[in-house]
Nanobody, 117 residues
Framework: QVQLVESGGGLVQPGGSLRLSCAAS????????MGWYRQAPGKQRELVAL???????NYAESVKGRFTISRDNAKNTVNLQMNSLKPEDTAVYYC???????????WGRGTQVTVSS
């Protein structure tokens, strides 16, 4: 069974920073593109950032310049560094992995990020 385990969510003030991490199995991590989605109350789930197996990145316009996604190959984790957080970044953040050669994808259970004073 594939597991994606997120960590690092929490409550932060506007302008603050948080770092999310997602641990995956070695097989998945080495072969799949990895990313983060988020879903705010009453809104659709949206892509935040994606990083391919080759290291190419893609970001939502709303987070460009503030968020950075990276892969830690030694730990089989994907990280999302979130800076200059805004209240509109409040959402449940989900780790995501997708096969670059098929329609197979996997989801983590999600971690809550709340930006509030």
């Amino acid at each position: 069974q594939v597991q994606l385990v997120e960590s690092g969510g929490g409550l932060v003030q506007p302008g603050g920073s948080l770092r999310l991490s997602c641990a995956a199995s070695k097989t998945i991590f080495r072969s799949y593109d990895m990313g983060w989605y988020r879903q705010a109350p009453g809104k659709q789930r949206e892509l935040v950032a994606l990083i391919t197996t080759s290291g190419k990145t893609n970001y939502a316009e709303s987070v460009k310049g503030r968020f950075t996604i990276s892969r830690d190959n030694a730990k089989n984790t994907v990280n999302l560094q979130m800076n200059s957080l805004k209240p509109e970044d409040t959402a449940v953040y989900y780790c995501y992995s997708r096969s670059p050669v098929s329609t197979t994808n996997y989801w983590g259970r999600g971690t809550q990020v709340t930006v509030s004073s």
